[in-house]
Structure formats: C-alpha cells, structure tokens
C-alpha cells in the first residue's frame, strides 16, 4: 500500500474515533474501548469497513504507545502516598490483589490453556485501570468522599503490583527451564526495580541535575528519548520494555521537572497511546471470539462478583460503611491498558493465541459495565442498605468563595473596583474566611487542586 493511502486511512480512522468518543462521552465511556473499537471494524479480519488497515503497519508507533503509558505511569507514582502509608496499603490493597489473583489464576487453569496462559489471564483480572478510574473519579466528583483515600492509595500499590508483576512475567515468557538460570535471571530483575526505585527514593536532586535544560524542544527529546533507551534496557535485561519505560517514568517523577515533564509528556502519550489501542484493535479478529466467549463471561462475572465481595472487605478494613465499600468496589471494577499490554507481551512470546481475542473482549466488557456501575453505585447503596440521600450542604470553604462571588457581583453591578480586602462585612460575617476543616477534607481538596493544575482529560 502507498504511503498517501495509508496517512488518508490512517486519519479517517482517527476522525473516526474522535466522533465516537464524542458520543461515548455522553453515557460516560472513557477513550480505550472506543479505540479498540475503531480498529476492529476497520480490522482486515471483518467486513464491517471499507477500508481495511494492517496493524502490522503501525506496530512501531504502538510500542511508543505502549513505553509511553507506562512512562507516565510511573511519572505520576505518588511516593509519599507509598512510603508514607505503606502499612495500611499492603492489608487493604494486598488483600484484594492475593484475592484476585488467586480467583484469577483458578480461571486460568480452569480455561485450560497452560500454565503460563494462566499467569497472564490472573494479571488481566487482578490490577484495575488507573486511567479509567481517575476519570470517573473526577467526573462524578468523588474526590472529596470518603472511600476516595483509599481508592487512590490501592492504585498506587497497583502500580508497584505492575511492575513487580511484569518482571516476574516477563522472565516466565523467557522459556527457560533451567531453575537457575531463572532465579539469576529474577535476581537481575529485582535488582533493576530496586535499583531504580532507590534512585527515584533518594536521587531526585543528582538526576535533576542532569536532565536541567530550558529549551523546550531539547527537553521532550531527552525524556522521551530515555523512555524509549530504558524501554530497551528493561527488553535486555528480561523485564520488558513496558517496565524500563514505568521507571524511568517514576526516576524522572522524583525530580524538580515533573510538572513540567507531564506537560510535554502527556500529549504523547495521548496520542501514542490511541496508536497502541488502535493496534490492538486492529489485531482482533471477531470470528475468534465464539471460542472464547464463555471464558470471558465466566471471567466477567467472577470479576463483578469478586470485587463487589472484596468492596465490603475494604470498607471493613478501612471503618467506611457499605455504600462506601460499594462505591469503592464499583471504581476498581475496571480494568484496561494492563490487560491489553499483558496480552500484547504474551502473543509476543508466542503463548496461546487465544490471549488476544480474551483480552480484547474482556476489556471492551469490563471497560463498558465498569463505568456504568461506577455512575449508578450511590443509587444503588441507597436501595440496597438503604442509606438516605446525602444533601450537599454549603460548607465554610464553599460559603467563602460565595461571599466572593456576592461581593464581585455587587461591585460589577456598581461599576466600581472592589479589591478582596473590601468584601462587605456583613456578608463576611455571614460566611467565614477562615474556617477549619476536616483532615480528610483537606486531602481530597488538595489531591483535586493536584489534578485539577494539569488541566488535561485522563484517558489512561
């Protein structure tokens, strides 16, 4: 095909997806399964499209894609989240994570196909989309509830859970045989994450040091271009490119330029990262999902079930109550880009070919119902344990910013500068300046103010 005819393809497709994710947006479906989507129907595999387009043709683009969520991934790791609350993670998150993926594993062997398949089929259902999720949270406004603390600490100890997760995988798609070869080759493994998670600890001054430079232009080239150096090394050393990219990522998140590094950083990976979708999309082949349509609902359903279960888990451990366990149940139920780049790695190895048509089905389920269930959770706590309907009632901050507003209002109207300063008193009076606030309060606002400074729209 002539390059002319692949660009126009290429673009319809992304026009495409741009029109689908607008409708997708208004019954609230993040961008993954709408990518996928689009390179299934324009899959050579189906007839649902008049043009066709080879994934094979944009598979380098893909694997950027896939070395930047990862990259970003790890930029966006909140240590002191981790080290600070450590402890209380490891018995929430720990918990859910061995339940997971024990069930997970089960599956696997119950499904039939190998062992190894079975590892990666318990990864898939195991660790939740934190790019879905934060999404929702945002959306819905839920990051001043009370379960939403303990939804972003289990994302970051998914986080280490991925990249522990991938090292281990990455050696068992090795094929070796020899037990020694595989501990040498775990220990070079565990090494390298320890390595680099103690650089990011400890060396966020030396490395800012070496990264400081104020022309734009050079600055993207040097972190994308150690994204994709690190990608390669991690390939070399048996851990995956995926996990070269996630520490590299969270090294470069430890310094004095990780504002400004997101902000660069982040178009990439948008639009590499609806390359690498794209790609997976176009790699499924429909008339493949017969044989694995029971696998999936089986999978489906064990994951609703066993989620919903460990929701209340959570909430028991953390002292939240029902509705909140299942408002927390309900945000972790979806699952994304981990499934896929699993998938990815595994048929990359050359394990069970299946792996690809389950993922791509199980994702384009989890990651519909997933954000249904998250929309609809409050009301569904309200008729299940029936709780009464929480009224939002003006708080101190809230009553502030009003009295602002009435003193902006007022002055506009009088066509006169009114300074902060000379907000009337009696409205002061009515809503104070100064107000103290709950601790948890005071987190939520600050992890909204965190998000909202970036200014973007989380897709992954």
Same mark, same amino acid.
Do not use: C, H
């Given at each position: 095909m002539h390059v002319a005819e692949d660009l126009l393809i290429l673009g319809v497709l992304f026009v495409i997806a741009y029109a689908l994710g607008r409708l997708g947006k208004l019954i609230g479906l993040p961008a993954i399964p709408i990518y996928m989507l689009v390179g299934l129907i324009a899959s050579p595999h189906t007839e649902f499209f008049p043009i066709s387009f080879e994934a094979a043709d944009v598979q380098l683009v893909a694997i950027f894609g896939l %070395?930047?969520?990862?990259?970003?991934?790890?930029?966006?790791?909140?240590?002191?989240?981790?080290?600070?609350?450590?402890?209380?993670?490891?018995?929430?998150?720990? =918990?859910?994570?061995?339940?997971?993926?024990?069930?997970?594993?089960?599956?696997?062997?119950?499904?039939?196909?190998? =062992?190894?398949? @079975?590892?990666?089929?318990?990864?898939?259902?195991?660790?939740?989309?934190?790019a879905i999720i934060t999404k929702l949270l945002i959306e819905l406004r839920r990051l001043a509830n009370r379960e939403t603390p303990t939804i972003l600490g289990i994302m970051v100890l998914e986080d280490v859970f991925i990249a522990i997760y991938l090292a281990i995988v990455g050696v068992v798609l090795g094929g070796s045989t020899d037990i020694w070869a595989i501990v040498l080759q775990l220990a070079i493994s565990f090494a390298f994450l320890i390595a680099m998670f103690a650089l990011a600890r400890w060396g966020g001054k030396f490395v800012s040091r070496l990264v400081n430079t104020r022309d734009d232009e050079l600055f993207t080239?040097?972190?994308?271009?150690?994204?994709?150096?690190?990608?390669? %090394?991690?390939? %070399?050393?048996?851990?995956?490119?995926?996990?070269?990219?996630?520490l590299m990522g969270l090294v470069l998140g430890a310094t004095r330029f990780k504002g400004r590094i997101e902000q660069f950083a982040l178009p990439l990976r948008d639009v590499f990262g609806a390359f690498f979708f794209l790609n997976f999309g176009l790699a499924l082949d429909?008339?493949?999902?017969?044989?694995?349509?029971?696998?999936?609902?089986?999978?489906?359903?064990l994951t609703l079930v066993v989620n919903t279960?460990?929701?209340?888990? %959570? @909430?028991?451990?953390?002292?939240?109550?029902? @509705?909140?366990?299942?408002?927390?149940?309900?945000?972790?139920?979806?699952?994304?880009?981990?499934a896929l780049i699993l998938a990815t790695l595994a048929v990359g190895a050359g394990l069970d070919s299946r792996l690809t048509?389950?993922?791509?089905?199980?994702?384009?389920?989890?990651?519909?119902?997933?954000?249904i269930l998250a929309v609809n959770s409050e009301k569904f706590g309200?008729?299940?344990?029936?709780?009464?309907?929480?009224?939002?009632?003006?708080?101190?901050?809230?009553?502030?910013?009003?009295?602002?507003?009435?003193?902006?209002?007022?002055?506009?109207? @009088?066509?006169?500068?009114?300074?902060e300063a000379a907000t009337p008193d009696d409205i002061v009076e009515r809503y104070p300046t100064e107000p103290t606030r709950d601790p948890l309060e005071e987190q939520a606002?600050?992890?909204?103010?965190?998000?909202?400074?970036?200014?973007?729209d989380p897709e992954y």
């Open positions: %070395i930047m969520l990862l990259f970003s991934l790890g930029l966006e790791f909140d240590q002191d989240e981790f080290y600070g609350n450590a402890g209380k993670l490891f018995v929430s998150g720990g =918990t859910r994570l061995a339940i997971n993926l024990g069930v997970g594993f089960a599956l696997g062997l119950w499904i039939g196909w190998g =062992t190894r398949e @079975a590892l990666i089929i318990a990864g898939m259902t195991a660790a939740s989309s934190s080239i040097l972190f994308f271009g150690l994204a994709v150096a690190f990608g390669g %090394i991690g390939e %070399i050393l048996g851990v995956s490119d995926a996990i070269g990219a996630f429909i008339s493949t999902f017969g044989g694995v349509l029971w696998p999936v609902v089986v999978a489906v359903v279960l460990g929701g209340q888990l %959570i @909430a028991w451990q953390n002292k939240l109550t029902q @509705a909140e366990g299942l408002n927390a149940s309900a945000m972790l139920q979806n699952r994304g880009e981990f048509p389950f993922a791509g089905l199980y994702v384009l389920s989890m990651a519909i119902v997933g954000p309200r008729v299940v344990f029936r709780t009464k309907k929480k009224k939002k009632a003006a708080g101190p901050e809230r009553d502030r910013m009003r009295a602002e507003e009435i003193a902006l209002v007022e002055s506009v109207m @009088a066509g006169t500068d009114v300074p606002a600050q992890q909204s103010d965190a998000i909202s400074e970036r200014k973007r």
